[in-house]
């Protein structure tokens, strides 16, 4: 059975940091490209980070630029989103999203192949004071 679980969303102050995990079972993650997306009340799913199969290369949206990083350990089948300097804007369930094959880190971030994807089932990110 094909899954993916995310972890390692919870309440944290602003200008905290926290680590998503995709963890995924039934596959395995080196011949998919992994995405990054959030949505937010009342907003629409976003592409947040994404990374591709191939070569590791990324994309990162510009508000969250230079305040998370997204990577992959295939040993343990898992890809990570290290956030950063986090802000109450950045409050959102977040998931993550595997493509099968090689795509580009952007275009994946922009949605594309979604009808692919594999979701997760996805993690609440607050940041509060």
């Known amino acids: 059975q094909v899954q993916l679980v995310e972890s390692g969303g919870g309440l944290v102050q602003p200008g905290g940091s926290l680590r998503l995990s995709c963890a995924a079972s039934?596959?395995?993650?080196?011949?998919?490209?992994i995405g990054w997306f959030r949505q937010a009340p009342g907003k629409e799913r976003e592409g947040v980070s994404c990374?591709?199969?191939?070569?590791?290369?990324?994309y990162y949206a510009d508000s969250v630029k230079g305040r998370f990083t997204i990577s992959r350990d295939n040993a343990k089948n898992t890809v990570y989103l290290q956030m950063n300097s986090l802000k109450p804007e950045d409050t959102a369930v977040y998931y993550c999203?595997?493509?099968?094959?090689?795509?580009?880190?952007?275009?994946?971030?922009?949605?594309?192949?979604?009808?692919?994807?594999?979701w997760g089932q996805g993690t609440q990110v607050t940041v509060s004071s």
């Open positions: 999203a595997a493509y099968p094959g090689n795509l580009s880190p952007y275009y994946h971030c922009a949605g594309y192949g979604r009808a692919r994807y594999y």
């Open positions: 039934g596959f395995t993650l080196d011949y998919y490209a």
């Open positions: 990374i591709s199969s191939s070569d590791g290369s990324t």
